[in-house]
């Protein structure tokens, strides 16, 4: 199969860097083949799907330069995964162009790895794809002479969209906690009405937790290289075998209800916050004695609901919501 280009393409994204928030990204590239060459322009609107998974629809338009007046512009389906922090990750897309001087369509497919760093305010990443492109739509499984393939290379920025992860923002001060040890947890589990098996599992899943204290912040982490939120509690319990949902909003929702009072809590109950508004965009983890785990622009760390000092008072303002998952 001949390599038929080189496509360079460098990238305006708007991205916010809200956990599992959407972000709209504008694109510009050059595609240099054997016969051709071609500009091409695209914005999309992409979303997580789950876990570090992230889709996006878009609008594509190209400009073919060779070929004066022959214009297209169509739809793109595209798919990441472990795009949404430092690291490796894949990325794959297709789509169809219509083209304007003739209303045929043009079907295109990519496929490729890339690595991108994260930064506070800003993502940097590179990636190389093989990309085929079917002219007239007839398949890829039977290109044509006039058909398009070859490697494609991409650059892109991500900037922010103005918002900040949930728990960043108006920082509130450090707070100095001691972690609990697992029997204190168990006790307090046990003191709260669970059974003993819940006990225990909440002792397991809290201590795993805290086992990755420090850990850095990293939007939509969920290992020990970086965790959001919500992807440090999936982790506490998915260490378990216990599946949780993804994002926060759906996490605040899972499991039975609980009174949002210290008093009616347990070690393992998830605790939802309103960073904005009323709307959940941050989640805890309860570890008993008035206290939770939860990974914010700090990292992975223990606050309090119920001293004065340190940050206790600021999230104590914010808690919205608690759910209880082991019964």
């Known amino acids: 199969m001949r390599v038929s280009g080189l496509l360079i393409a460098s990238y305006v994204v708007v991205a916010p860097v809200v956990a599992q928030s959407r972000g709209v990204e504008v694109t510009y590239g050059r595609w240099w083949t054997d016969s051709s060459a071609a500009s091409t322009y695209s914005a999309a609107l992409y979303r997580p799907l789950f876990g570090t998974v992230s889709y996006g629809i878009g609008v594509v338009h190209l400009e073919d330069d060779s070929l ?3 214009t297209s512009t169509g739809g793109e389906l595209s798919m990441a995964i472990g795009r949404r922090g430092s690291g490796l990750y894949f990325i794959s897309s297709t789509g169809l162009l219509v083209r304007h001087e003739d209303g045929n369509l043009d079907a295109f497919w990519s496929a490729g790895l890339g690595y991108s760093v994260a930064l506070p305010l800003l993502t940097l990443s590179l990636d190389g794809r093989y990309r085929a492109e079917d002219t007239n739509a007839r398949g890829f499984w039977d290109l044509s002479q006039r058909d398009r393939t070859g490697f494609v290379l991409h650059a892109a920025v991500s900037i922010g969209s103005g918002r900040v992860p949930a728990g960043r923002g108006a920082r509130p001060p450090p707070s100095r906690v001691d972690p609990p040890s697992r029997t204190d947890v168990y006790d307090a589990a046990r003191g709260g009405g669970a059974t003993e098996d819940a006990a225990e599992l909440a002792s397991m899943v809290v201590q795993t937790a805290l086992e990755v204290m420090g850990t850095p912040y990293q939007w939509g982490g969920t290992d020990e290289n970086g965790f959001d ?12 075998g216990l599946i949780i949902p993804r994002v926060s909003r759906d996490q605040a929702r899972a499991g039975q209800r609980v009174n949002p009072q210290v008093a009616h809590l347990r070690p393992g109950d998830i605790l939802g916050f309103s960073i904005e508004g009323h709307r959940i965009t941050h989640v805890g983890l309860y570890i008993g004695d008035g ?17 004065s000092e340190g940050d206790g008072a600021w999230w104590s303002r914010r808690w919205q919501v608690a759910r209880r998952i082991l019964n």
């Open 291 to 307: 206290q939770f785990i939860h990974s914010g622009s700090q990292g992975v760390k223990i606050s309090s609901l119920v001293s």
């Open 68 to 70: 004066i007046g022959r």
């Open 229 to 240: 939120c919500s992807g440090l509690i999936k982790y506490a319990y998915g260490q378990h």
